[in-house]
C-alpha cells in the first residue's frame, strides 16, 4: 500500500529530513533542497555497478588463492560432527528447490540458502578459515552463498569466472570497508563476533552482485541483511561458532534474495543517524565513510593492500603466534636432547601473550575448546614440534604428556602485547629443571599476511584437506579449475567437481 | 550480612531448569486469562497481516515442497515448521498492530506462531493447557531477560527489542513445548542468542515485520538444533559477552527455583499488556486519544467549525526519533509518525486500519494539516511507554486554543481494553480473512484452551481464507 505517485526523491526527503532536522515543521522540510548521496545508498551503487575490470591482478591473484582455500577447508570441515548435524537439520527441514551441492556429499543437494549455510558451518567447523585484519573471518561468508547462487543458475547461463570473482570481491571488499568504520574492529572482538556483523553483510553485497541487482535493490539487501546480523562472542569455542559463518552465508543469501523480490528496508542503515541505530548497533564507535563513485575515481580494493592470513593448523589465529614460537622451543630442546621431548625436563612455562579472554584457557575439554587456547597449542607445538588437523583429536587432547605440560603453564600479557592481529606476538618461556631457560618468540607467524603461505604451502594444504573426501583427480581439477577461474566463460568446471 | 556471590552459571542454569520444570499447575487463572486474550488479539492481527505486502513477499520467499506446518489465510498451503513460523510471525507484525509490553516489547508475535507451527508437527498433539504453558513461558523468558537492564526500560535506540528478546522467548517456549529437559533447553537458548538482534533503523520500513518473523523462526531452529544435541555456551545468559552484549548495562539475575508444587510469580501477572486499537506504533495511541479530545472540545465550541480553521498544532512527546516523521511516505513510516497520527485524529475522531490506506495518505487535507505541526519534547516526558504523556495544542486562525493532554490510552496496561472491545477488535481483523463461522469458532477454542484437550483445530481455523479457494481442491477441480 505504498503511494504509487510520489517519486524516491520524495521519500528520500523524508528520511534525510528524520535523520537531520530535529523536529522541524514540515513546512521546512518541505523547501528543503535534495541530498546529497548517503553512505548507504554509495554502497548500493558500489555493488551494483563494480565491474571484472575493476580487479587488479594482484586482487585476482589474492582473491583465487582465498577461494582455494576456502573450498579446501570447507570439504575438510565436512568430516566434522558438527557439519553432519547442521546437514541433518536442514535435511528434516527440507528444501523442495534442492539444486546446490553440499561439501563431501557427493549427490546430495540442498535449497541455495540451506546449501550456503551448511557449506559455511563447514567452513568455519574447525577455525581453519582465513583471518583478515581487521579482524573477521571473510571468505567463508561469501563463499557458500555464490557457489549455491551458481547451481541456482541455469546450465547455459552459468556466471562466468571472472563475474564470480567479481562478486566474491565484492563480497570481500564490502566486509573490509564496514569493518574500517569503526576503531574498535581492530582488535580482537569481545563483543560481537565479527563474520556474524560483517559476514552476513559480505554475503548479502556478493550475492546482490550475482544476482545483478539495481543499485537500490543492493542498498536494500545491504539494510535487510544488517537486521540478520550479530552474534555475541560468547558462543565462540563452542559447537555453535560455526554456524555463526552459515548463518551469515545463508542470510546475506535470503536478503539478496528478499531484495530481489522487492523487499525494502532502512535506506540509512549504514549511515550515522543519532537516536536511531542501524549497522551502528553493533559497534560502540561508528564513523562511516561513503565508497567514492566508481566513474569518478580508481578503486582500490582493500584486498590490494591489505593482505590475508591463512592458517596452517584448525585454530583461533592467535594461536599461530604461540605454535611458532613454541616450536623454536621444541627444535632447541631436540637438539639438546635428541628424540622427542620430555614432560620431565620441564619445570614451567611461561607464555606472553596479548589479554584476551576467549582464547585463555589451561584445561580445555572439547576440540573447540582447545582450537582457542594459548596453553594447549604452545603445549603441543612444544611436544610434537607442530600442530596439526591431528592435534585436536579426542586421543592427542587426552595425551598424558599434554596435560602434565598444562599444569606447568603460567601466562603474563605485557604491555606492549595488545589484542590485535597486526601487532601482537608471542613468547614462550621454558625453565628446565636443569635450571635452563629456553626461548623463542614469534612476531609474525607463516601464513601471517606479512609473510604469506607460498603458492606451494597453500597447494599443500588444500590437497591434505580436500583429499580427506575427494579423489586425487577431483583435487587436482579444482587446483586447475581455481588457478585459471578469470579466464573460464563460466564456472561449470569448478562447480563440476563439488557436486 | 553476609555477601553471597552467585557462582558464575547460576543464572544461565537457572532459567534452564525454570524452562523445563514449570508445568501447568503453576498457571495461575490470571494468567491464563491475560494469555488468552493475547493469544486471540495476535491471531486476529495475524489474519489482518496475511494481505499485506510484507506477507505476500516472505510467503514467495518460503515456500517450499515438503510441507508440515499450516500457513494462516492460506488455504492448502504449509511449510516446514520453521518458515510457518516465519511467515506467519510476519504477518502478526506486519501492521504493527501487535501487542507491546513494558519493559518495550511485542512478546506474543515472536512466541505463538512458533509454538504453533511447532505444535503441529507433533505425533501427539499438545493439550490446550499444555499450549498456553509453552506461551506463557516464552512470555515469561522475555520479561526477565528485559529486566537485566534499565536501558531496556526505555523506547528503544539500538536494537529492536522483538529481534534481542523475542527470539529467546521462542526458543524458551518451543523448548517448553518439546519438554526439552534444562541442559538442552539452555542449549536453545544459547543458539537463539547467536540470532539475536537487529538494529532500530529498520523500523519504520518493510522490513521490520521479518524482525518479529525471524525471531519465531529462530527460536524453533535454535530448539531444533538444540534437540539434535547441538551446544552453545551454557553461560549464554550471564556473560557480558554472552546475551549481555546487547546492553550496555547488564546486570543479570538467576530465576526462582521452580518446583511440583510451589508457586511461580510470572512477570505477566504484575505487569499486564497493552493491546492496539489501531495498527501504529504503541506511542501514537498517547497522540490520537489526546488529539481525539480536544477536537471535541472544538468541535463542541464551535459546532459547524471547518478543521481547515486550525493555524497551528503543537504535541509535546518524548524524544524518539524513529517515531518523529512530519511527511510520511510509506504506510510503515506513517505508523510511526506522531504527525501523521495527530493530524488523522483530528480530522477523522479517530485512528483505524484503513487511516493508513493509500488513498487516506494522499488526503490532500491531512497533507495539508501535517505543514502545520510542531513536535515539542518535554524534558518531563520520558521515552518510556510507562511514564510518556501526549499533550496537545491546537491553535485557530480565530486565535482559540484548544488542549488536550493523554496519560494512559485505552488499550494501556494501566486501562486495558475490556473483553468486548477486544473480541470486537479480533472480529474486525479476521473476518477481514475469515467467515463468520470460523471467526467465532477462534473465539470459542481460545476462550476455553486451558480445557481443552485437543486444540488442533485452531490451527485448521486459521487455515482458511474466504477468499480463496483451498489450492488442492482449485487443482482437482481444474482438472475435472
Not at chain 2, 468 to 478: G, I, P, Q, T, W
Request: aromatic fraction near 8%; glycine fraction near 6%; hydrophobic fraction near 40%.
Amino acid at each position: 500500500m505504498e503511494l504509487g505517485g510520489v517519486t524516491r526523491s520524495t521519500r528520500y526527503l523524508s528520511a534525510i529530513s528524520a535523520a537531520r532536522g530535529l523536529h522541524k515543521s514540515a513546512l521546512d522540510v518541505v523547501e528543503r533542497p535534495a541530498p546529497e548521496e548517503t553512505v548507504t545508498s554509495s554502497f548500493g551503487r558500489f555493488i551494483q555497478s563494480v565491474q571484472p575490470r575493476h580487479l587488479s591482478p594482484t586482487v585476482l591473484q589474492r582473491s583465487k588463492r582465498m577461494v582455494l582455500d576456502s573450498i579446501g577447508v570447507g570439504l575438510l570441515g565436512s568430516t566434522t560432527d558438527v557439519f553432519e548435524l547442521a546437514l541433518q537439520h536442514c535435511q528434516h527441514m527440507y528444501a523442495p528447490d534442492d539444486v546446490s551441492f553440499v561439501y563431501g556429499r557427493q549427490g546430495v543437494k540442498l535449497s541455495p540458502t540451506l546449501a550456503a549455510f551448511v557449506n559455511g558451518v563447514a567452513a568455519h567447523s574447525m577455525d581453519f578459515d582465513d583471518t583478515w585484519h581487521p579482524a573477521t573471518h571473510p571468505s567463508g561468508a561469501v563463499l557458500p552463498a555464490l557457489l549455491a547462487i551458481s547451481d541456482m543458475f541455469h546450465n547455459n547461463s552459468k556466471p562466468s569466472g571472472l563475474d564470480f570473482l567479481t562478486a566474491f570481491n565484492v563480497g570481500i571488499e564490502i566486509q573490509g570497508w564496514l569493518m574500517r568504520f569503526s576503531n574498535e574492529a581492530h582488535n580482537i572482538p569481545k563483543r560481537f563476533h565479527p563474520p556474524s556483523v560483517v559476514g552476513t553483510m559480505g554475503s548479502a553485497a556478493a550475492c546482490a552482485r550475482l544476482l545483478s541487482l539495481d543499485r537500490n535493490q543492493c542498498s536494500n539487501a545491504l539494510a535487510i541483511a544488517a537486521s540478520l546480523a550479530g552474534a555475541p562472542m560468547a558462543n565462540a569455542a563452542t559447537q555453535s561458532k560455526p554456524l555463526h559463518i552459515g548463518n551469515a552465508s545463508r542470510l546475506g543469501l535470503e536478503a539478496a534474495l528478499l531484495a530481489s523480490r522487492g523487499l525494502e528496508a532502512s535506506p540509512l542503515v549504514l549511515d550515522a543517524v543519532p537516536g536511531v541505530a542501524g549497522f551502528s548497533a553493533f559497534y560502540e564507535d561508528y564513523a562511516p565513510n561513503p565508497i567514492a563513485s566508481l566513474e569518478e575515481h580508481e578503486h582500490s580494493f582493500l584486498i590490494e593492500t591489505q593482505d590475508i592470513a591463512f592458517k596452517r593448523f584448525p585454530a583461533h589465529l592467535g594461536m599461530h603466534w604461540i605454535a611458532d614460537a613454541a616450536t623454536v622451543v621444541h627444535k632447541t630442546l631436540v637438539g639438546l636432547k635428541g628424540g622427542s621431548v620430555s614432560p620431565n625436563l620441564v619445570q614451567e612455562i611461561l607464555l606472553r601473550v596479548p589479554l584476551s579472554k576467549y582464547i585463555n584457557r589451561p584445561f580445555p575439554e572439547t576440540e573447540h575448546q582447545a582450537r582457542h587456547s594459548f596453553q594447549f597449542n604452545a603445549c603441543t607445538a612444544l611436544l610434537d614440534g607442530e600442530v596439526t588437523v591431528q592435534s585436536f583429536h579426542t586421543e592427542a587432547l587426552q595425551r598424558p604428556e599434554l596435560l602434565a605440560l598444562l599444569s606447568r603453564v603460567r601466562v603474563e600479557h605485557p604491555h606492549d602485547n595488545p589484542a590485535n592481529f597486526n601487532i601482537m606476538y608471542g613468547e614462550v618461556e621454558v625453565t628446565l629443571v636443569s635450571g635452563d631457560v629456553l626461548r623463542g618468540r614469534c612476531d609474525t607467524f607463516y601464513g601471517h599476511w606479512r609473510n604469506p603461505l607460498s603458492q606451494e604451502s597453500l597447494q599443500k594444504k588444500f590437497r591434505s584437506n580436500a583429499g580427506a573426501v575427494l579423489s586425487n583427480e577431483r583435487v587436482e581439477r579444482l587446483i586447475e579449475a581455481v588457478e585459471g577461474l578469470d579466464h573460464l566463460d563460466d564456472c561449470k568446471p569448478l562447480l563440476a567437481q563439488l557436486q | 550480612m553476609v555477601l553471597f556471590s552467585i557462582p558464575f552459571h547460576e543464572i544461565t542454569e537457572s532459567f534452564g531448569a525454570a524452562v523445563s520444570c514449570l508445568s501447568t499447575s503453576h498457571l495461575t487463572d490470571e494468567v491464563i486469562r491475560r494469555s488468552k486474550r493475547m493469544i486471540l488479539d495476535t491471531l486476529g492481527v495475524g489474519l489482518l497481516g496475511t494481505s499485506t505486502p510484507v506477507f505476500n513477499t516472505v510467503l514467495q520467499c518460503s515456500q517450499q515442497a515438503l510441507e508440515n506446518s499450516k500457513v494462516w489465510g492460506r488455504p492448502g498451503l504449509s511449510l516446514p515448521p520453521q518458515y510457518a513460523a516465519f511467515v506467519n510471525g510476519v504477518a502478526v507484525h506486519s501492521m504493527d498492530f501487535d501487542d507491546t509490553w513494558h519493559p518495550a516489547t511485542h512478546p506474543s508475535g515472536a512466541v505463538l506462531p512458533a509454538v504453533l507451527a511447532l505444535a503441529e508437527t507433533l505425533p501427539v498433539k499438545p493439550s490446550g493447557l499444555e499450549l498456553l504453558l509453552a506461551f506463557s513461558v516464552g512470555i515469561e523468558v522475555q520479561g526477565r531477560l528485559l529486566r537485566f537492564s534499565k536501558e531496556a526500560h526505555n523506547i528503544p535506540k539500538r536494537f529492536h527489542p522483538p529481534a534481542v528478546v523475542g527470539v529467546m522467548g521462542s526458543a524458551a517456549a518451543t523448548a517448553k513445548l518439546l519438554g526439552l529437559p534444562a541442559a538442552q533447553s539452555i542449549a536453545a537458548l544459547a543458539i537463539a542468542c547467536s540470532s539475536a538482534g537487529a538494529p532500530m533503523a529498520n523500523a519504520a520500513t518493510q522490513t521490520k515485520p521479518l524482525h518479529m518473523g525471524n525471531a519465531a523462526r529462530g527460536g524453533l531452529e535454535a530448539t531444533q538444533l538444540a534437540l539434535l544435541g547441538l551446544e552453545g555456551n551454557a553461560q549464554i545468559l550471564d556473560l557480558e559477552s554472552g546475551f549481555g552484549a546487547f546492553y550496555p548495562d547488564y546486570v543479570p539475575h538467576p530465576l526462582a527455583e521452580v518446583t511440583p508444587t510451589s508457586r511461580y510469580r510470572w512477570v505477566l501477572e504484575d505487569q499486564n499488556i497493552a493491546q492496539k486499537r489501531f495498527p501504529a506504533h504503541l506511542g501514537m495511541h498517547w497522540v490520537a486519544d489526546a488529539a481525539i479530545e480536544a477536537r471535541a472540545k472544538f468541535l463542541d465550541k464551535c459546532p459547524n467549525a471547518d478543521l481547515s480553521q486550525i493555524k497551528k498544532i503543537t504535541l509535546r512527546v518524548p524524544t524518539s526519533r524513529y517515531v518523529d516523521c512530519p511527511l510520511p511516505v510509506s504506510e510503515h513510516q506513517a505508523r510511526h509518525s506522531f504527525q501523521f497520527n495527530c493530524c488523522t485524529a483530528l480530522l477523522d475522531g479517530e485512528v483505524t486500519v484503513e487511516s493508513f490506506s493509500k488513498s487516506q495518505m494522499i488526503r490532500s487535507a491531512l497533507k495539508e494539516m501535517l505543514l502545520k505541526v510542531q513536535l515539542e519534547n518535554p524534558q518531563d516526558n520520558h521515552s518510556s511507554f510507562e511514564k510518556m504523556y501526549c499533550e496537545i495544542a491546537v491553535e485557530t486562525t480565530q486565535g482559540e486554543m484548544f488542549t488536550a493532554r493523554c496519560n494512559t490510552f485505552y488499550g494501556h496496561w494501566r486501562k486495558p481494553l475490556s473483553h468486548v472491545d477486544l473480541v470486537r477488535k479480533f472480529r474486525a481483523n479476521a473476518s477481514t480473512v475469515l467467515s463468520a463461522e470460523v471467526v467465532e469458532g477462534i473465539i470459542y477454542t481460545v476462550d476455553h484452551l486451558d480445557t481443552n484437550q485437543d486444540c488442533s483445530m485452531l490451527w485448521s481455523y486459521m487455515h482458511f481464507n474466504k477468499h480463496m479457494m483451498d489450492r488442492n481442491e482449485r487443482r482437482s477441480s481444474a482438472l475435472a
